[in-house]
């Protein structure tokens, strides 16, 4: 089948090259003419475990092309893949430009049945906004050609992306479209194998799908970070609680661990969009509001701790292991290290950080600074430091020498925002180990 990709980041990308290595004719276009050229040299501009090869297979095989050109993609795919971003407006809406864009696009080349697809994460209403775009720039031309406009969000987790593709746990298909319905039942079938993952709805409630899921997951991670600073001011183990709740089926254990605050590119944009669509519905999502603020106040969790460890921050340099938002990707947007960097730096320390993948991405966004020294290794980054923060839970991190930390940091203090180790054992070691929910 022809398809076509609109924009080739994150989301873009991965479907184009999971629809390319299934046998599709995949276009995909950009506005960047630089990232355009790259693509074609087969250089994958994001971190994505197998994404790479997957890109590089399906260019030298031909079924993976890349232009600037919008008409040349309008006349390629009978699928037409909106995947450009939506960042956030100032006020947490978010911003609809570049998807609108395209679809003006589309109206003004289609000269044949096209269907639509938004796979980018957009607010309720928003297919109708396309379907109104195309409509305008076909009336212009005096065309008439039929379209369907559908939404298919994506639920990619970054570092299992290429996985989550080719496994899906649901294809979300709105629309009330037969021929659309039709033509997306034969797009995704190599992915819909055994039994049937694909689920029909009307455009809106898919649209809502999307955020009601990674709402739903925020609020348990916001819930859990909750009853942590309520198990420490009552003297109990939230980690011990988390076993206890989890084993009920009805609660599950996914999802439920403590930590700093999640950060990332979704679950702190689709809370506040979220937030932003109900009250333009003059509806308060209070709940949704809580989520958002019990997030915002546990980032700044570590670096209280630091102070209550350290006292005085000024002067003192803090290791740092880990940098990006989770492990897996060297992503950093929202990321709970940098409210800890930050509010060192304000207080005037120095941040001596490690991560495995992340720190190019971390000079790209802070450049060279005397208070940021980027490290090879994690040891490298305690020898001589005051204290020792934990941001991201890379497996490296799982089980240092504790001995030898102990020698390297000039002070034996830990700051752990992933609850990483056991608090017996650390206070046997004679480290001062200040975790989320459990005790210090
Ligand atoms: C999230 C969703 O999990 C995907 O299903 C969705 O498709 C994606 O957003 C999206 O909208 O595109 P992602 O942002 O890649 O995926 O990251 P997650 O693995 O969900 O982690 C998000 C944050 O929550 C991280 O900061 C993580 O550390 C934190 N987290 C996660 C916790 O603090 N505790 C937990 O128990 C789980």
């Avoid at 250089?43 to 232009?67: A, D, K, S």
């Avoid at 109708?128 to 031309?141: E, F, G, I, M, P």
Wanted: hydrophobic share 40%; aromatic share 8%.
């Amino acid at each position: 089948m022809n398809i076509t990709v609109f924009g080739s980041g994150y989301v873009g990308l991965v479907t184009a090259a999971c629809f390319a290595d299934a046998g599709n004719d995949v276009l995909c276009v950009d506005i960047d003419p630089a990232k355009v050229q790259r693509l074609r040299n087969g250089e994958c501009p994001i971190y994505e475990p197998g994404l790479e090869e997957m890109l590089q297979r399906n260019v030298r095989e031909g079924r993976m092309r890349f232009t600037t050109e919008a008409s040349e993609g309008v006349a390629h795919g009978q699928y037409q893949f909106i995947a450009v971003g939506t960042p956030p407006n100032e006020d947490g809406s978010a911003d609809m430009q570049y998807v609108l864009a395209v679809a003006a696009s589309i109206g003004q080349f289609m000269d044949d049945y096209r269907v639509i697809i938004s796979k980018s994460t957009v607010p309720v209403g928003t297919a109708d906004r396309v379907r109104d775009a195309v409509l305008s720039q076909l009336t212009a031309r005096g065309a008439d050609v039929d379209f369907d406009v559908v939404s298919n969000p994506e639920f990619l987790k970054e570092g299992a992306a290429v996985a989550d593709f080719n496994k899906p746990d649901r294809i979300i298909v709105g629309t009330s479209s037969p021929r659309a319905t039709e033509a997306m039942q034969a797009l995704y079938a190599p992915f819909n194998r055994n039994h049937d993952r694909l689920i029909v709805m009307d455009v809106r409630s898919s649209e809502l799908t999307k955020y009601a899921a990674n709402a739903m997951l925020a609020t348990k991670i916001s819930f859990m970070n909750e009853i942590a600073n309520l198990a420490e001011a009552l003297g109990a183990d939230v980690e011990k609680v988390r076993v206890g709740i989890g084993a009920d089926p009805r609660i599950g254990f996914h999802f439920i661990y403590p930590g700093c605050g999640y950060g990332g590119s979704c679950f702190p944009k689709d809370v506040k969009a979220l937030v932003h669509t109900a009250s333009g519905a003059s509806f308060d999502a209070q709940l949704l509001k809580s989520v958002e603020a019990v997030n915002s106040r546990q980032k700044t969790l570590m670096f209280r701790k630091l102070v209550k460890a350290l006292g005085d921050v000024s002067g003192k340099t803090i290791a740092l292991w880990g940098l990006a938002f989770k492990p897996r990707t060297d992503d950093m947007r929202e990321a709970p290290s940098r409210d800890l960097m930050e509010a060192v730096w304000a207080a005037g320390g120095r941040i001596r950080a490690y991560d495995p993948v992340a720190q190019h991405e971390c000079r790209r966004l802070y450049g060279d600074r005397a208070d940021l020294e980027l490290v090879s290794s994690p040891e490298a980054a305690c020898t001589g430091a005051d204290a020792l923060v934990i941001a991201t839970e890379w497996r490296i991190f799982h089980s240092p020498n504790f001995a030898r930390l102990k020698q390297l940091l000039s002070q034996p203090v830990i700051v752990d925002g992933r609850n990483l180790y056991d608090p017996d054992m650390l206070k046997q070691q004679g480290i001062r180990y200040y975790a989320i929910g459990r005790g210090e």
